[in-house]
């Protein structure tokens, strides 16, 4: 089986247009979580709606469902913010069953994740250390494990188990704002990036959008690869 996996959308409906151009026609569309919160999260409902896919759940998608019934957040919790904001524009018919989505699924001897296997927020990072690396795939039978969430790729084998990041389709923390994304051919996985004008989708993004500093640093003006990974190490926690 073909599979396009699709990590991170984050309601960036262009950099999907993008990637869903240039890749290959897949039998499936594997979406990894985090398609939402983001800006334009209806018009990329309706897109993945349009294709053959199968989900498996974020912590945008958790954390979406959760703010149906939750209190107004902080204004400076941006996560909750537009986790907030989703939930209102989208309402309970759509964001309750994506949050009720499963956190794994296996393709082809695939393990799809989002963040680890065993939790939708764990952090893994290109430079995280052999030792946290075990403890998360403790107890996975399959070879290959992907994930997403830090929206960096990367290809990792430790302990006998290779794990890749697919990275991010919609803010992606390269340093050059090209779409990441993942082709899985019978069980191969192949890292893809696809370029596009990601500076003038940041532009209109920011127009409605409150997570300024996370568009700029993606797509607008894109920081650096190496200074997003070593912050996201400095975050890193162990699954709860």
């Known amino acids: 089986m073909n599979v396009l996996a699709l990590y991170d959308i984050h309601g960036n409906v262009d950099a999907l247009e993008a990637v869903l151009a240039a ?43 959760e703010a149906l019934d939750g ?3 902080a204004a400076d919790d941006l996560a909750a913010v537009t986790a907030k904001r989703n ?20 393709i082809d ?21 052999e030792e946290r690396y075990a403890e998360a795939l403790s107890g996975v ?26 990275g991010s389709v919609g803010l992606p923390y390269e340093g050059d704002g090209a779409a990441r994304w993942l082709w899985v051919a019978d069980g191969v996985p192949e890292l893809r990036a696809t370029p596009y004008d990601a500076a003038a989708t940041g532009e209109r993004m920011k127009a409605i959008w409150p997570d300024v500093m996370s568009i700029d640093a993606a797509l607008v003006a894109p920081v650096p690869a190496l200074e997003i990974t070593k912050l996201f190490e400095q975050r890193a926690r162990p699954a709860t």
């Open 71 to 73: 209190p107004e957040p």
């Open 23 to 65: 890749a290959p026609t897949p039998d499936l569309v594997l979406v990894g979580g985090d398609a939402l919160p983001g800006p334009f999260a209806r018009a990329t409902l309706d897109r993945l709606a349009e294709l053959p896919t199968r989900w498996i759940r974020g912590n945008g998608e958790r954390e979406t469902a």
């Open 87 to 106: 939930a209102g524009e989208l309402g309970a018919a759509l964001v309750r069953p994506l949050g009720e989505l499963p956190l794994t699924t296996e």
């Open 109 to 129: 001897g695939v393990l799809y994740c989002h963040a680890t296997p065993r939790d939708d927020a764990e952090i893994l990072t290109r430079i995280s250390p």
């Open 141 to 166: 039978t399959a070879s290959i494990v992907v994930a997403g969430h830090t929206h960096q790729q990367h290809d990792r084998t430790v302990g006998g188990v290779r794990f890749l990041n697919a």
